[in-house]
């Protein structure tokens, strides 16, 4: 941790929330803008909505028998390491996976999951989570959930309730009213950044991974100019791998993750990317800080 403790105008400890959909999300979204800002002292909760049950086994040395049958288990035990391994604390909102349906036409999701709640009822465990906490800062994912997983949307949809439904009078068996001053969105996912990453590789005489999916893949002005915030971090990219690695049933270590080498993904793009939503402070973008406009330093 750094000597200077990052601070609000008050004096309190800077709290940043993430909320996601599945156990591994923590670790393959912002991760190491997490792990920065836990350095400099930033109380930081996770806030997952399910306990990724139906999700696939993606790592083939970890597709066995044994592991199908106690994967909500093991899926539990992979986020606890990885939470150790940001420093962060975690709170499980308690919905069911809803799996990502596959075929055409789509099958029907999986009924009691948690694509399929009333928005309004779905966001309230959230809304104890942020009354409790009191975080100045909430992340989650875009309208079409960063990909378009049924949870993915849904988590998205009950993240931006609760933070309207946070600051409000309603539910005062939630506890006392809070409202955040930032709610954000994940903008990883972008073109610009695989682009980068892409000329890096290719400079380097190293085979990209990326080329066959750049050829397929217009530039996208429209979302490139969503992005109001790059958050530096190439100096916790160590911290993010290791987390991801944490979720063996969800990661391959030798697959996608890990395509393009940790030196030459921290010179190629050094930052993590975020959508600025609401806000209820002073804080002009571009901005290169989720707490500009609220942290002081002492």
């Known amino acids: 941790m750094t000597d200077a403790v990052r601070l609000?105008?008050?004096?309190?400890?800077?709290?940043?929330?993430?909320?996601?959909?599945?156990?591994d999300d923590e670790s393959s979204k912002g991760a190491a803008s997490t792990a920065r800002y836990v350095d400099e002292g930033v109380e930081v909760v996770v806030a997952t909505c399910t306990g990724g049950e139906r999700g696939s086994i993606l790592n083939p040395a970890m597709d066995r028998p044994?592991?199908?049958?106690?994967?909500?288990?093991?899926?539990?035990?992979?986020?606890?390491?990885?939470?150790?391994?940001?420093?962060?604390?975690?709170?499980?909102?308690?919905?069911?996976?809803?799996?990502?349906?596959?075929?055409?036409?789509l099958p029907p999701l999986p009924e009691g999951c948690f694509a399929l709640q009333d928005v309004a009822e779905a966001a309230l465990p959230l809304v104890k989570v942020i009354r409790e906490f009191r975080p100045h800062v909430v992340t989650t994912y875009d309208e079409n959930g960063g990909y378009p997983h049924p949870d993915h949307i849904m988590c998205h949809k009950?993240?931006?309730?609760?933070?309207?439904?946070?600051?409000?009078?309603?539910?005062?068996?939630?506890?006392?009213?809070?409202?955040?001053?930032?709610?954000?969105?994940?903008?990883?996912?972008?073109?610009?950044?695989?682009?980068?990453?892409?000329?890096?590789?290719?400079?380097?005489?190293?085979?990209?991974?990326?080329?066959?999916?750049?050829?397929?893949?217009?530039?996208?002005?429209?979302?490139?100019?969503?992005?109001?915030?790059?958050?530096?971090?190439?100096d916790h990219f160590g911290v993010r791998d290791r987390a991801l690695l944490a979720?063996?049933?969800?990661?391959?270590?030798?697959?996608?993750?890990?395509?393009?080498?940790?030196?030459?993904?921290?010179?190629?793009?050094p930052?993590?990317?975020?959508e600025l939503v609401r806000c209820e402070v002073d804080s002009p973008t571009p901005e290169d800080d989720l707490f500009a406009g609220i942290a002081v330093t002492s």
């Not at 930052?271 to 975020?274: G, L, R």
């Open 8 to 23: 609000d105008r008050a004096g309190e400890p800077l709290r940043l929330l993430h909320v996601h959909a599945h156990p």
């Open 66 to 105: 044994d592991i199908l049958a106690n994967i909500a288990e093991i899926r539990r035990d992979e986020m606890d390491r990885a939470r150790e391994i940001l420093g962060v604390r975690q709170v499980w909102l308690g919905f069911v996976d809803s799996g990502l349906p596959e075929g055409d036409p």
């Open 158 to 234: 009950i993240t931006v309730e609760a933070f309207e439904v946070a600051g409000s009078d309603a539910h005062p068996e939630l506890g006392e009213p809070w409202q955040a001053d930032k709610l954000y969105y994940h903008l990883g996912f972008h073109r610009e950044r695989f682009v980068a990453l892409h000329e890096a590789m290719t400079e380097r005489g190293l085979e990209s991974p990326y080329a066959e999916r750049l050829e397929k893949w217009p530039p996208d002005p429209e979302r490139e100019a969503r992005m109001t915030t790059r958050v530096r971090c190439a």
């Open 247 to 269: 979720h063996a049933t969800q990661v391959d270590p030798h697959g996608a993750w890990f395509a393009v080498p940790l030196d030459v993904a921290q010179q190629a793009w």
């Open 271 to 274: 930052t993590e990317d975020f």
